[in-house]
């Protein structure tokens, strides 16, 4: 998430290149980590840490 490319697909406005394949990519890319992110969150609680 803390990614350059990331960074600069947040970077466009209304269409500037919004749907540029690889900024698909990376937001696929963010979702996934994001779930990875809630995996281990959810986890950890199980143990109370």
């Known amino acids: 998430m803390a990614s350059w490319e990331y960074a600069f697909s947040m970077g466009f406005g209304r269409d500037g290149a919004h749907d ?5 990519e990376t937001r696929a890319r963010t979702e996934q980590l994001l779930e990875r992110h809630r995996n281990l ?9």
């Open 41 to 49: 969150k959810a986890r950890l609680a199980e143990h109370d840490l």
């Open 20 to 24: 540029h394949p690889l900024l698909a």
